[in-house]
């Protein structure tokens, strides 16, 4: 997957967390707040919580013109959401997307070394937490965002 994929993948499924706030608040975990999800690209519906809701919405809509179509785009989303639930403690992701968010202008380019530096950003802010929880982080985003998803 090209870079410039991957920067699509992630600003578009990630920056979606932003407007995750459901009717009980925003999410403070990723299984919090279930509900239907229907997929665009096959038209399944499954029950799931909001965040992975809004990260798949986000990441199907990045790929519905792109290399990766249909189900295998569905599975891709899938995947790489459940890379983040597995690697990611929520709080990173959280921080994460809200640097995404407030940096969108700036990282349009398709420039995925300035997504890798905003996680890392995050990661860093959030060390002494980390920490403290004895938490563990995947800090390499091509890892989460590439294979074997791919």
Same mark, same amino acid.
């Given at each position: ?5 991957? *920067?699509? *993948?992630?600003?578009?499924? +990630? ?7 459901? &009717? ?13 999800? &229907?997929?665009? *690209?096959?038209?399944? &519906? ?21 290399? +990766? ?12 959401? @459940?890379?983040? #639930? ?5 709080? #990173? ?8 968010? @407030? ?9 995925? @070394? @300035?997504?890798?530096? *905003?996680?890392?950003?995050? +990661?860093?802010? /959030? ?17 989460? /965002? ?5």
């Amino acid at each position: 997957m090209s870079r410039r994929a991957r *920067l699509g *993948l992630a600003l578009a499924a +990630i920056a979606v967390f932003a407007a995750s706030c459901g &009717t009980e608040g925003a999410p403070t975990a990723y299984d919090q707040q279930i509900g239907e999800f &229907t997929s665009d *690209l096959t038209g399944e &519906t499954v029950e799931v919580p909001l965040v992975e809701a809004n990260y798949r919405r986000g990441c199907e809509k990045t790929h519905e013109d792109g290399k +990766i179509q249909g189900e295998d785009a569905v599975q891709y989303c899938e995947c790489t959401f @459940d890379k983040f #639930v597995d690697n990611v403690p929520f709080r #990173v992701f959280e921080v994460y997307n809200d640097k995404i968010v @407030d940096n969108a202008e700036a990282i349009e380019n398709g420039n995925f @070394d @300035d997504l890798q530096r *905003l996680y890392s950003q995050a +990661i860093d802010e /959030l060390e002494e937490e980390l920490e403290a929880a004895n938490a563990t982080v995947e800090t390499d985003l091509s890892v989460i /965002l590439g294979s074997p998803c791919v």
